[in-house]
């Protein structure tokens, strides 16, 4: 931990305003700020902060080099009438960034436990409710409010005041529009907006900003078309994609997530 002193801070980084329960597992050059409570059970990793009166209530594992802003709540019970009491924890990977006042609740016995992954920007007032999965490089913006288990993939953007119903699945690299509302799962690669929601086409700006090749976007936007834009209904759509034997891993990934869908794509 850092061997120098700031202020009021003391050396090992914890403001002495800050409480830190004696079963935490506090990492190196980790900084916990004023009035800031870090509960039974937690684990922060190495080089995180927590800003000042930020709540780690329990059994909830942040990783490296994170940042946690002022008043943000981490692994509180879960807003479910089901919930009784059981052992569940919240886990964030690393490099993940949480702004002023989210809210990140514990799972159920559900599935036991809610997962951020790493590299993830939760921006201020978002909720990210129990039994949630949350991939890498994930962007909520402000106020998108999740309801429990919700899956979102890799490299998925979610405008502000976006709520997303339970269950709901986010494929990687999709585009959902600000103050959208999310009642049926986003395909991967592409976008969505709108009250009722629809699809907009590929996100082709966020394929290109992140290195997918010219032949990987010509593959999916025909694939796109068929499925989308085409005459046959969403299931004979799939079935004629895959006759074509496609090669591409991102082709086979979108199908199989349209094709695993339970409460219906967003079209």
């Known amino acids: ?98 702004r002023e006042f989210a809210t990140l609740n514990r799972g159920t016995a559900a599935s036991g436990r809610t997962v951020v992954g790493s590299d993830c920007l939760l921006m201020a007032y978002t909720h990210v409710a129990h039994d949630c999965e949350l991939g890498n490089h994930v962007v909520l913006s402000n106020a998108v409010n999740m309801a429990g288990h919700v899956c979102i993939e890799d490299w998925a953007i979610v405008g502000g005041l976006t709520p997303i119903h339970q269950f709901v699945r986010i494929g990687a690299h999709a585009f959902v529009g600000g103050g959208s509302r999310i009642a049926q799962d986003v395909p991967p690669y592409c976008r969505v907006a709108g009250n009722p929601p629809k699809l907009y086409g590929l996100n082709s700006v966020g394929l290109d900003r992140r290195g997918f090749g010219e032949e990987t976007r010509a593959a999916l936007k025909t694939v796109y078309r068929t499925l989308f834009n085409g005459k046959e209904n969403l299931g004979r759509a799939v079935e004629t994609v895959e006759a074509e034997a496609p090669t591409f891993p991102e082709v086979r990934h979108l199908l199989e997530f349209v094709r695993a869908s339970e409460r219906g794509i967003t079209q």
């Not at 003391?10 to 980790?30: L, M």
Request: a negative charge.
């Open 1 to 98: 931990m850092s061997e120098t002193t700031v202020g009021a801070w003391t050396q090992e980084g914890i403001h002495p305003s800050a409480e830190v329960h004696e079963d935490a597992e506090i990492g190196e050059d980790v900084c916990i700020g004023p009035w800031a409570i870090v509960g039974p059970g937690v684990r922060i990793g190495n080089g995180t902060q927590l800003g000042p009166r930020v709540l780690v209530e329990r059994d909830t594992a942040v990783g490296e080099d994170c940042r946690i802003h002022n008043g943000a709540v981490l692994g509180t019970d879960p807003q479910d009438l089901k919930y009784q009491g059981e052992t569940t924890t919240l886990r964030v990977g690393d490099r993940t960034v949480i």
